[in-house]
């Protein structure tokens, strides 16, 4: 809720700054003369254009993602973030509205050139004063105690207690530990950590994250433990969630991780997203108008299927099925039914294997061409899946992989796709084997 709250407040604050933004370039281009311009239009008419250029550049904002990870943001990382983006938001309009609108000499070039680096200024100016503003005061909040994010730390030793020592003395991190979870297994040394702040819940970390809302995990065990580093981030499937960990000594010296630091502790941040925004923002654009491209031009030969499928196995021609999608939620998947009706009501979900008897003759060349996965451009569409990604699977199997597959679950933090790597690659999954394959 406080994220969704900081994120509300920052997009209304940049709204209104971008619409005082657009008067100050109307003061700037024809009251105070710094451009020369011959018509100027009156204060009142200027407030549309401004109302609909704000919303313009909150657009572009929220695509190149300068609406996430706002929580005690360094300042300086914000304002280059701000001057990139606004940037590209600038070329933008500047081929939008100059681009076809001038017979090109060098003097209207310039003209155009002076337009653009004007306004990027005061738009850059106007944006990152109101930044630093917000995250001042986010600051002097958390300073006081507000505001803080509910954080736990994963281990129970000296590493993690010099971790705990050091968020208490440097309360601007903002983080609120609420204890330590002890790693089964792994030695307990001791560190003077008060026993009531132990939470033996390892086995239930992600119920533990929902419960009680944390935001950061760090993950600080000791130097002979770091063996059990893959089961422990594994369990950690959370979206959203902010994880650090704190690395061995030879991560240290080879230098090829980039870290980030609790007043000189070194932590390195594992990134939830796969993808920038922008990079979403795309590839979600792409799934779209190509799913409704292939729709059209395949639309005679999915009629046609519609029609044999009943002739050739009676039932009905689509077969839907639950699948895991994005951060685990389930969706309902469509296909060409390519078994015969109810084909696993007596034997409950199983393993696709050679020469399925459960396939029908025209299933099988549906398989194999795979024209059997034409309905889920549907799912695509309604953003259940992609055209590119992991294979969705079933809810049933997918908790059998959590357990038996390191980091499964990651995944599960993009849309399963209707074609990727393992449906281009690889066969149907017959085995657990095919899947860690």
């Known amino acids: 809720m406080k994220q969704i709250r900081d994120t509300f407040l920052t997009v209304v604050m940049d709204f209104v700054y971008l619409v005082f933004s657009w008067y100050a370039f109307y003061y700037l281009r024809f009251e105070w003369g710094l451009v020369q311009e011959t018509v100027a239009a009156q204060p009142p008419q200027l407030f549309l254009p401004g109302v609909i250029i704000a919303l313009y550049w909150v657009i572009v904002f929220t695509i190149f993602g300068l609406y996430k990870r706002l929580y005690l943001i360094s300042r300086f990382d914000e304002i280059l973030r701000v001057a990139k983006i606004t940037i590209i938001g600038v070329l933008i309009l500047f081929f939008m509205l100059f681009i076809d609108s001038l017979g090109w000499t060098e003097e209207n070039l310039n003209y155009a050139k002076n337009i653009t680096f004007a306004y990027w200024l005061v738009v850059f100016g106007f944006v990152s004063l109101n930044r630093l503003i917000l995250r ?3 600051k002097l909040r958390v300073q006081k105690g507000y505001g803080l994010h509910n954080a736990i730390i994963i281990g129970t030793g000296p590493s993690a207690k010099s971790v705990y020592d050091n968020l ?9 530990v609420l204890g330590f979870v002890p790693v089964p297994n792994t030695k307990m040394s001791d560190s003077d950590i008060p026993v009531e702040m132990h939470l033996d819940r390892f086995n239930e970390i992600s119920a533990l994250i ?3 809302d944390i935001k950061d995990v760090i993950v600080a065990l000791e130097q002979e433990d770091q063996d059990r580093l893959i089961d422990v981030i594994d369990k950690i499937d959370q979206p959203d969630i902010s994880v650090k960990i704190l690395p061995s000594f030879y991560q ?8 980030n630091q609790i007043f000189g502790l070194p932590l390195i941040e594992i990134m939830p997203d796969p993808m920038p925004s922008w990079e979403q923002f795309v590839k979600r654009t792409m799934d779209i108008i190509f799913s409704l491209l292939i729709l059209i031009l395949t639309s005679p030969v999915m009629l046609l299927l519609l029609i044999i499928i009943p002739i050739q196995s009676p039932g009905s021609p689509i077969y839907s099925q639950k699948r895991v999608g994005k951060y685990g939620k389930n969706f309902t998947m469509y296909k060409f039914r390519t078994m015969f009706q109810d084909a696993e009501k007596n034997t409950g979900p ?3 294997e050679e020469n399925d008897p459960r396939i029908t003759p025209l299933g099988l060349w549906l398989r194999k061409l795979r024209l059997d996965e034409l309905p889920q451009l549907v799912n695509v569409i309604r953003g259940d899946m992609s055209l590119v990604g992991p294979r969705p699977e079933r809810p049933f199997f997918v908790e059998q992989f959590k357990k038996q597959i390191p980091l499964y679950s990651r995944r599960l933090q993009v849309r ?6 393992a449906q281009v690659k690889w066969k149907y999954d017959e ?6 394959e």
């Not at 208490?168 to 609120?176: A, E, F, K, V, W």
């Not at 240290?252 to 870290?259: A, E, F, H, R, S």
């Open 350 to 352: 199983a393993w696709a």
């Open 416 to 421: 399963p796709g209707i074609t990727g790597w």
């Open 210 to 212: 929902t419960e009680k």
């Open 136 to 138: 001042t005061v986010q």
């Open 431 to 436: 085995s657990i084997e095919d899947v860690k």
């Open 168 to 176: 208490l003395r440097h309360p601007t991190l903002g983080m609120n």
């Open 252 to 259: 240290m010296i080879v230098g090829l991780n980039q870290t």
